[in-house]
């Protein structure tokens, strides 16, 4: 399959607990994105990279979350002292840039369910 | 400020029934325009774009699309749906000056009866 990966595909933490996700985008795209999408909602933007920098936060984006694509290829999520309120399904994506219509595929998403 | 509105957020059709669901957006610029679905247990799939050209656009499946500029639309359209269309559906714009993300609506739940 060389579709958008994401690992795991599930994570149940406590409340205070640190995680992190992983995500392998399509082999020759050069962006990625990160989205959170809660019960009933659209994904939400939270950030993306352009290699191995990041270019956008979205002001959802608290300090407690951090983003990193070290060296252009995948990407990791992590959260620092989880809140109930960041239970929520993590999508990934990615996409080519400069192609006219910049088509973002995306991956399965990591369900993250915090106690 | 940029914004997404689906009018929809639940519809049930019976099979053979057409289909429009509607999209609004708010967004300073040249837009691009797309239309993701996602069936039960499945990923945000690509069901069709607009980035240039004509406003009629058609995308896998059967469904269609039209971008309407002066009225910041992009409806999606099926003139006759399937069981199998039974799935959530997405709106999204993203700016065509390549900016990076894109802003989706807050998705419509079809619900096809055999």
């Known amino acids: 399959d060389t579709g958008v990966s994401q690992d795991p595909r599930h994570k149940i933490t406590k409340r205070g607990q640190n995680v992190t996700f992983r995500c392998d985008p399509i082999?020759?795209?050069?962006?990625l994105y990160w989205y959170r999408q809660t019960l009933g909602q659209g994904p939400e933007f939270l950030t993306y990279f352009q290699n191995e920098a990041q270019l956008e936060k979205s002001r959802l984006l608290s300090d407690r979350f951090s983003a990193e694509r070290p060296k252009g290829s995948f990407s990791t999520l992590e959260i620092q002292r989880t809140e109930q309120g960041d239970s929520a399904m993590y999508l990934c994506?990615?996409?080519?840039?400069?192609?006219?219509?910049?088509?973002?595929?995306f991956g399965p998403g990591t369900r993250l369910t915090v106690l | 400020a940029q914004s997404v509105s689906q009018h929809n957020h639940h519809v049930i059709l019976s099979e053979a029934a057409s289909l429009e669901l509607g999209c609004n957006y708010s967004y300073g610029g040249t837009v691009n325009l797309f239309w993701y679905v996602q069936y039960p247990g499945q990923h945000l799939q690509l069901l069709l774009k607009y980035f240039s050209g004509d406003p009629l656009v058609k995308g896998i499946k059967g469904f269609e699309a039209e971008f309407i500029k002066s009225k910041f639309s992009f409806n999606l359209r099926k003139p006759s749906v399937q069981w199998s269309d039974t799935a959530e559906y997405f709106c999204?714009?993203?700016?065509?000056?390549?900016?990076?993300?894109?802003?989706f609506g807050q998705g419509t739940t079809l619900q096809v009866k055999p």
């Open positions: 999204a714009v993203g700016g065509s000056s390549n900016t990076g993300k894109l802003i």
């Open positions: 082999s020759e795209h050069n962006r």
């Open positions: 994506a990615s996409s080519l840039a400069g192609t006219a219509s910049n088509e973002q595929f």
